[in-house]
């Protein structure tokens, strides 16, 4: 068995870990196992104004939290989906984007164009997934998930962007 050793910190987190030494004093988690008890997953934006298990009314130990840029259905969100519903008690899974997303306010090239200017790294091997059609890619990223092959036929989807400005959460559905 590995063990993980104490060493000297590295320079830029020392705040990290003092607060965490604060937050072991009274930790009461530990406790819990690694089941979503409320049975809900959600995917969303890595962006710092989410705190997603209070948006839906939910605690630690109620919700699965699968977070990237842009709250986008990737390969690696569907990996650990499949993981979630067979193994981890998620029945239902929440796709919640927000409003005033960078992902969706500049399209591939110009995202590119902004980190070369920024910092002179040419990112166009990779794909950031952006969208200026929030909607219209939700929409399809519900739908990446129902139609995955390796998620229970009985999962329930829902598609809803967070307005970062007021809390609310507005479902997403097809345009007619």
């Known amino acids: ?3 993980i050793a104490r060493g000297p ?5 020392e705040d990290v870990l003092a607060a965490n030494a604060s937050f072991t004093a009274s930790f009461a988690q530990e406790q819990m ?4 008890h409320r049975g809900l997953a959600i995917v969303t934006c890595f962006d710092s104004r989410i ?5 839906v009314g939910m605690v630690p130990g109620d919700a699965k939290i699968v977070r990237n840029a842009g709250a986008r259905v990737t390969d690696d969100v569907l990996r650990t989906l499949v993981l979630a ?3 981890l008690g998620v029945s239902r899974v929440l796709v919640m984007p927000h409003t005033d997303c960078r992902m969706s ?4 090239h110009a995202l590119h164009a902004s980190i070369r200017a920024s910092s002179g790294v040419d990112t166009r091997s ?3 997934r952006t969208s200026p059609d929030q909607v219209t890619a939700l929409l399809q990223d519900v739908q990446r998930i129902r139609s995955y092959p390796l998620l229970p036929p009985a999962l329930h989807v829902l598609g809803a962007i967070y307005d970062v400005r007021t809390g609310a959460l507005t479902p ?3 345009r007619s």
């Open 1 to 3: 068995m590995t063990t």
């Open 9 to 13: 910190v590295e320079a830029g987190f």
């Open 33 to 36: 196992d690694g089941y979503a």
């Open 51 to 55: 705190d997603p298990l209070r948006i």
């Open 85 to 87: 519903t067979h193994l």
């Open 105 to 108: 306010a500049q399209d591939e």
């Open 126 to 128: 990779l794909e950031f």
């Open 172 to 174: 997403a559905s097809a």
